[in-house]
């Protein structure tokens, strides 16, 4: 399946864009996601963690995607 | 719950105005300003960006878990700043009214505490010599 993931801060610079197109195993879990994502872009595993937001909530390490679900990638926040 | 995220200065007379309460003895605020140095090194800006949509989402989260620990929770407001700031701007504020004030500085420190830790919105601090995304590297 095909999905699009938003990025913002560090991760948006590490990969060099605000979107990211990514094909991915159907009912890909938020975990594989992110492993592949390591994969692909390794300076995100140097981060100090960065977790999936699915329908701007938090996602659960064992969800599984869905292709249109709206998708981010959240780098450690630093609001405030 | 009056929750905003902004790109513009933030009127904090009015954040203030907008949990004034005919039942609180307490109105309880928290205003976090741009400072000018960070772990030594000489700040000249920070840029904030934020997922608006969730950044938005989660505040009012914050704020709902804030009325269900504080039922006593007259009002509740949260403003935070987006874009470039300079030094000494306003990037957030947090004000709530509570009949006593005991339950209002509890309420206000866990609202914006709990805001750093969950709201999606990113600070990069500008140097004179570069640029660090906080919190972004152990």
């Not at chain 1, 990025?7 to 094909?23: C, M, W, Y």
């Not at chain 1, 909530?57 to 981010?72: F, H």
Request: overall charge negative.
């Amino acid at each position: 399946m095909k999905l699009k993931i938003a990025l913002f801060g560090i991760a948006k610079e590490i990969v060099g864009s605000s979107q990211l197109d990514l094909t991915a195993p159907d009912q890909q879990s938020v975990t594989g996601l992110m492993d592949q994502l390591r994969g692909q872009y390794p300076a995100l595993g140097e981060l100090t963690s960065f977790a999936v937001a699915v329908n701007s909530e938090y996602a659960a390490a064992d969800y599984r995607l869905q292709e249109n679900d709206e998708i981010a990638l959240i780098p450690p926040v630093s609001g405030g | 719950m009056h929750i905003f995220l902004t790109d513009q200065p933030i009127d904090v007379a009015a954040v203030l105005a907008s949990v004034q309460d005919e039942g609180a003895g307490a109105v309880n605020s928290f205003i976090g300003t741009v400072r000018n140095q960070s772990t030594g090194r000489r700040v000249v800006r920070l840029d904030y960006e934020a997922y608006d949509a969730m950044a938005v989402h989660q505040m009012r989260r914050v704020a709902e878990q804030a009325q269900e620990m504080w039922p006593m929770l007259r009002q509740v407001a949260v403003t935070h700043r987006k874009g470039r700031l300079d030094i000494g701007d306003v990037a957030v504020v947090v004000a709530v009214s509570t009949p006593h004030r005991a339950d209002s500085f509890a309420a206000c420190q866990f609202i914006i505490d709990t805001i750093k830790q969950v709201v999606p919105i990113w600070k990069k601090e500008e140097y004179e010599d570069g640029s660090v995304w906080v919190a972004a590297h152990p």
